[in-house]
């Protein structure tokens, strides 16, 4: 079989335990877990001699490398509880810019993209226990949180500006330090300037979302 650019950039070792991409393997980067991960930690090195690294504990994803998205995909689960052995620590390099998608949500994840430039993030429904710092924007950059999300906290530094969008209603809601408890139908909220300026987060929330946080840093 011939090997294609992108595959040849990428290193998979140790039963597939550790994963490398090698820099230059794109102008910019696509994270994709394609059907969740439970108990991430994700963050950017700008010392990171790679285009990115991944280190897993427990029955480890399937990789692939297509272009730019580097391809995460966990297998079934076989045996009961065997979600509690898994672990995954990803680090992102600073020199491209990334776009991060979790299809099927996320839970127990801490993801720190402080350091990066960021395209988009998106997490499918249920994404719960979730921690995310985010980095100053360039443009206008989506988030997007599928229904149900639970346990959600969102931070941002203290001058960008956000608009929030709820579709569907949720309950136990802080925007910008207004507890606002619970809101019904659709919602849309607003920081100060946020017509004003070129650079902001445009964040999209599903139905019945609860304990969820947007702030500043």
Same mark, same amino acid.
């Given at each position: 079989?011939?090997?294609?650019?992108?595959?040849?950039?990428?290193?998979?070792?140790?039963?597939?335990?550790?994963?490398?991409?090698?820099?230059?393997?794109?102008?910019?980067?696509?994270?994709?877990?394609?059907?969740?991960?439970?108990?991430?930690?994700?963050?950017?090195?700008?010392?990171?001699?790679?285009?990115?690294?991944?280190?897993?504990?427990?029955?480890?994803?399937?990789?692939?490398?297509?272009?730019?998205?580097?391809?995460?995909?966990?297998?079934?689960?076989?045996?009961?509880?065997?979600?509690?052995?898994?672990?995954?620590?990803?680090? /992102?390099?600073?020199?491209?810019?990334?776009?991060?998608?979790?299809?099927?949500?996320?839970?127990?994840?801490?993801?720190? /993209?402080?350091?990066?430039?960021?395209?988009?993030?998106?997490?499918?429904?249920?994404?719960?226990?979730?921690?995310? /710092?985010?980095?100053?924007?360039?443009?206008?950059?989506?988030?997007?949180?599928?229904?149900?999300?639970?346990?959600?906290?969102?931070?941002?530094?203290?001058?960008?500006?956000?608009?929030?969008?709820?579709?569907?209603?949720?309950?136990?809601?802080?925007?910008?330090?207004?507890? /606002?408890?619970?809101?019904?139908?659709?919602?849309?909220?607003?920081?100060?300037?946020?017509?004003?300026?070129?650079?902001?987060?445009?964040?999209?929330?599903?139905?019945?979302?609860?304990?969820?946080?947007?702030?500043?840093?």
């Amino acid at each position: 079989m011939q090997m294609t650019d992108a595959t040849k950039h990428l290193t998979v070792t140790d039963e597939g335990h550790e994963v490398s991409v090698a820099l230059g393997a794109a102008p910019a980067g696509r994270l994709v877990f394609a059907n969740g991960s439970a108990a991430l930690r994700l963050r950017a090195d700008a010392e990171l001699g790679e285009m990115a690294h991944a280190r897993f504990t427990g029955t480890p994803p399937k990789v692939t490398l297509d272009a730019e998205t580097l391809t995460f995909r966990y297998p079934r689960i076989s045996r009961p509880l065997e979600w509690r052995s898994r672990r995954a620590d990803v680090t /992102l390099t600073t020199s491209v810019p990334w776009d991060v998608d979790f299809r099927s949500g996320a839970a127990a994840a801490e993801v720190d /993209l402080s350091w990066v430039e960021l395209l988009g993030l998106r997490f499918g429904g249920g994404a719960s226990e979730v921690t995310v /710092l985010l980095p100053p924007p360039v443009g206008t950059v989506p988030i997007s949180i599928g229904g149900g999300a639970s346990q959600v906290t969102l931070r941002r530094p203290p001058e960008v500006p956000v608009r929030l969008q709820i579709r569907g209603g949720a309950s136990k809601l802080v925007f910008d330090e207004q507890t /606002l408890g619970a809101v019904g139908g659709r919602t849309q909220l607003q920081s100060d300037g946020f017509r004003e300026v070129p650079d902001r987060y445009e964040i999209t929330i599903g139905g019945g979302a609860s304990k969820l946080t947007v702030g500043v840093v």
